[in-house]
């Protein structure tokens, strides 16, 4: 069971609803944004355009998320307009990795340390890390060193850690795909025991599903796993750690997003919230690049809005309390 400094526990207070849920809403993203916007807009916007989407976002969707998450690049304007009663999470990561590099190395911004992420307001720090629980030992020690001194800064600073782990395989770059979906469930569910591991200093997680839900019988036009085998991995993963984890969208529908998070509570799992980016708002982009700010924000008072609520309908049927798993 997890132990919570006092301010580490009214951190979390302040990134959960009345009922420690957590229902974060995600726009931390920089380099995808970037060209999610300039794929559909006429002329170029460049940084100020992304910059004022996630203001537009945060003024709108934050009156329906227990807090957000973004990025000191792009987001520190919009976390200034965010609800009052929103809770505050940034991100620590340089966006992406070194692709012509073995292992998917982590790095931080090199202007920011948790001191200052904490300075501007930060409740929270949250680290992404790509992780391959088959990939060559010495890669992987390199990753387990950097969660450890990023833990230990956030223990020095008493602010919590929120890890962000996204699997893959070193021999397969298609994670969509039928052959990654095979061996997903153990690829998420055992990073998941690493890095629960006290030496992290980890205080929430932040995971995939342990499946493909596009490959569960009755969810997509083929299968890799039955309905009962799905249902033993979400509850294998629920038994993976002692630690509070939330579920990320991963890009998905909003629809097939809520499907999931009750898939996931009818096989038994624990979870305690989402960190939900993409599923809420990606579909603002486009209004907001071809036609503006005004019509999305027409989208995000509608639609947008409408998928957060469904999303906080969902979690409030499904999702634990975090407190429930800490001293």
């Excluded at 890390?129 to 088959?134: A, F, G, N, R, S």
């Excluded at 450890?148 to 298609?174: H, K, M, Q, T």
């Excluded at 205080?203 to 569960?216: C, G, H, S, T």
Aim: charged share 30%.
């Amino acid at each position: 069971m997890l132990t919570l400094t006092k301010n580490k526990r009214a951190a979390l207070e302040r990134l959960s609803d009345e009922n420690g849920i957590i229902g974060a809403l995600a726009i931390d993203q920089r380099g995808s944004l970037k060209k999610m916007i300039a794929q559909d807009s006429p002329k170029e916007i460049g940084d100020e355009g992304i910059i004022r989407f996630k203001e537009v976002v945060s003024e709108e969707l934050t009156p329906y998320a227990s807090s957000i998450l973004l990025d000191p690049e792009f987001g520190l304007p919009a976390a200034k307009v965010r609800d009052s009663e929103a809770g505050l999470l940034i991100a620590y990561e340089k966006t992406g990795y070194d692709a012509s590099e073995p292992g998917r190395l982590p790095d931080l911004l090199p202007n920011w340390s948790v001191k200052r992420l904490k300075e501007n307001g930060a409740d929270a720090v949250k680290f992404l890390l790509y992780y391959d629980v088959d990939e060559a030992a010495e890669i992987n020690e390199l990753k387990h060193v950097f969660m450890e001194r990023v833990g230990s800064e956030c223990v020095a600073e008493d602010i919590p850690f929120f890890l962000e782990l996204v699997s893959y395989d070193a021999e397969n770059d298609d994670v969509n795909g039928k052959e990654y979906a095979k061996v997903k469930p153990h690829k998420v569910i055992d990073m998941m025991k690493e890095f629960s591991k006290p030496q992290y200093n980890v205080d929430v997680l932040k995971m995939e599903v342990p499946v493909n839900m596009n490959y569960v019988v009755g969810f997509g036009e083929e299968s890799v796993y039955s309905r009962e085998e799905a249902l033993g991995y979400f509850t294998e993963q629920g038994q993976a750690t002692e630690l509070p984890f939330i579920f990320l969208s991963a890009g998905v529908s909003a629809e097939l997003f809520q499907e999931t998070l009750q898939f996931a509570h009818e096989a038994g799992s624990r979870f305690n919230g989402v960190l939900c980016g993409r599923a809420t708002w990606k579909n603002g982009v486009a209004p907001f690049a071809k036609e503006g700010e005004v019509v999305a924000r027409e989208w995000l008072q509608t639609t947008g809005k409408a998928n957060i609520e469904a999303l906080d309908q969902v979690l409030k049927g499904t999702a634990q309390p975090w407190y429930s798993k800490v001293n």
